[in-house]
Nanobody, 117 residues
Framework: QVQLVESGGGLVQAGGSLRLSCVVS????????MAWYRQAPGKERELVAT????????NYADSVQGRFIISRDNAKKTVYLSMNSLKPDDTAVYYC??????????WGQGTQVTVSS
């Protein structure tokens, strides 16, 4: 069974940076596209960024384009999200998963990112 363990969140001031990590086990990680999602209080989970299996073919939500960078290390079975120029609107719980993951699928515990103004 797939396990996803996110880490790296925290409290940061607006304009600051954070780097999130997600270790994936129980799947053919190096063959899989991966994604980062986030869920803000009172809102639905939204897709933030995706990355191809070899590290190319990245895509971003308009709200984070130019500020966030998704990357991966297949040897470590880890996907990263580097977040720069953070805004209070980026406050959310961040999750990694496969693109197209549904609410009934396996999810990790997520990592909380809080951006203060």
């Amino acid at each position: 069974q797939v396990q996803l363990v996110e880490s790296g969140g925290g409290l940061v001031q607006a304009g600051g940076s954070l780097r999130l990590s997600c270790v994936v086990s129980g799947s053919a990680f190096s063959l899989s596209r991966m994604a980062w999602y986030r869920q803000a209080p009172g809102k639905e989970r939204e897709l933030v960024a995706t990355i191809g299996s070899s590290g190319g073919n990245t895509n971003y939500a308009d709200s984070v384009q130019g500020r966030f960078i998704i990357s991966r290390d297949n040897a470590k079975k880890t996907v990263y999200l580097s977040m720069n120029s953070l805004k209070p609107d980026d406050t959310a719980v961040y999750y990694c998963n496969f693109p197209g993951a549904r609410e009934i699928d396996v999810w990790g515990q997520g990592t909380q990112v809080t951006v203060s103004s």
